[in-house]
T-cell receptor, first 113, second 118 residues
Framework: GENVEQHPSTLSVQEGDSAVIKCTYS??????FPWYKQELGKRPQLIID?????GEKKDQRIAVTLNKTAKHFSLHITETQPEDSAVYFC????????????FGQGTTLQVKP | KAGVTQTPRYLIKTRGQQVTLSCSPISGHRSVSWYQQTPGQGLQFLFEYFSETQRNKGNFPGRFSGRQFSNSRSEMNVSTLELGDSALYLC?????????????????FGPGTRLLVL
């Protein structure tokens, strides 16, 4: 079935450094890839998303890149801050286009002050 | 606009009981998806509803069911609860324009209902 693999499972960086999280997906027909941030005890919040007709998207310190040929996409956070500490989930929209998101297993990001 | 709301926020049930969870989407959103979140399995898709129709269902047993009302509010029901059903149940709504339309719309999550089965 459809699958999304996410790496690494944990990531620790110093404040000000960059963080990169990578995901691969199995369904070549997937065309929408959101990233969510979930703080402890809170709901997942969308931080950025990308559609398959775009290779890269940036929003201030956050960027996402998509390689459709290799079926992988990555989240880049620059100038990390302690408040970036959270669990980050990548997801791919199922090719049925019926609102089914397939999530990666999550990356726990710790930004040390 | 008010965000996605879910009730109740916390539930404690015993094995064999049943439970009904409710989700109110953002005003104007017609698609509601449900997910189960556990430490071991992560976020897993349960089902999605659009205009009172279930359009997709995940790999969960028939004990898990749902429905959507004409005002887009959705409920999910779990019957004959098992210990393994303990989880955070999240719903998400999106502004999908029509039943056949693509779902490349942002899904906004509610705060979830934390279910503990004893």
């Amino acid at each position: 079935g459809e699958n999304v693999e996410q790496h690494p499972s944990t990531l620790s960086v110093q404040e000000g450094d960059s963080a990169v999280i990578k995901c691969t997906y199995s369904d070549s027909a997937s065309n929408y890839f959101p990233w969510y941030k979930q703080e402890l005890g809170k709901r997942p919040q969308l931080i950025i998303d990308i559609r398959s007709n775009v290779g890269e998207k940036k929003d201030q310190r956050i960027a996402v890149t998509l390689n459709k040929t290799a079926k992988h996409f990555s989240l880049h956070i620059t100038e990390t801050q302690p408040e970036d500490s959270a669990v980050y989930f990548c997801a791919a929209l199922d090719s049925s286009n019926t609102g089914k998101l397939i999530f990666g297993q999550g990356t726990t990001l710790q930004v040390k002050p | 606009k008010a965000g996605v709301t879910q009730t109740p926020r916390y539930l404690i049930k015993t094995r064999g009981q049943q439970v009904t969870l409710s989700c109110s989407p953002i005003s104007g959103h017609r698609s509601v998806s449900w997910y189960q979140q556990t430490p071991g399995q992560g976020l897993q898709f349960l089902f999605e509803y659009f205009s009172e129709t279930q359009r997709n269902k995940g790999n969960f047993p028939g004990r898990f069911s749902g429905r959507q009302f004409s005002n887009s509010r959705s409920e999910m029901n779990v019957s004959t609860l098992e210990l393994g059903d303990s989880a955070l149940y999240l719903c998400a709504s999106s502004l999908t324009p029509n039943r056949q339309g693509p779902s490349q719309e942002t899904q906004y999550f509610g705060p979830g209902t934390r279910l503990l089965v004893l």
